[in-house]
Nanobody, 126 residues
Framework: VQLQASGGGLVQAGGSLRLSCAAS????????MGWFRQAPGKEREFVAA????????YYADSVKGRFTISRDNAKRTVFLQMNSLKPEDTAIYYC????????????????????WGQGTLVTVSS
């Protein structure tokens, strides 16, 4: 399985970006997907997750109401729409695939994810 994240860039505070993560592998639709981020000098943190069935999403409190996670199983792609961006959103954003398939609800625990993309840098200027 390979995950290729894209869509990062430089944006002013209040602006928007849409991240994409394209996955290889024919069983993409059976797995929850998540987005995590790591800012300079900080630990990796959970951002958002979406269930394999598209019916459930889960967000970190810091992004709730501003970010939206979605997926297109036919295209094996997961998205992160980021609106009202703040300087504190600056980080490398990683997409990840959950290790277990067909789970009951998404999780923000990074230990539950086994495949990770290479990351895409988001920089929000003030």
């Amino acid at each position: 399985v390979q995950l290729q994240a894209s869509g990062g860039g430089l944006v002013q505070a209040g602006g928007s970006l849409r991240l994409s993560c394209a996955a290889s592998g024919r069983t993409f639709s059976n797995y929850d997907m998540g987005w995590f981020r790591q800012a300079p000098g900080k630990e990796r943190e959970f951002v958002a997750a979406i269930s394999w069935s598209l019916s459930r999403t889960y967000y970190a409190d810091s992004v709730k109401g501003r970010f939206t996670i979605s997926r297109d199983n036919a295209k094996r792609t997961v998205f992160l729409q980021m609106n009202s961006l703040k300087p504190e959103d600056t980080a490398i954003y990683y997409c990840a695939r959950r290790a277990s398939m067909l789970t009951t609800s998404p999780t923000g625990d990074p230990n539950e994810y086994d495949y990770w993309g290479q990351g895409t840098l988001v920089t929000v200027s003030s």
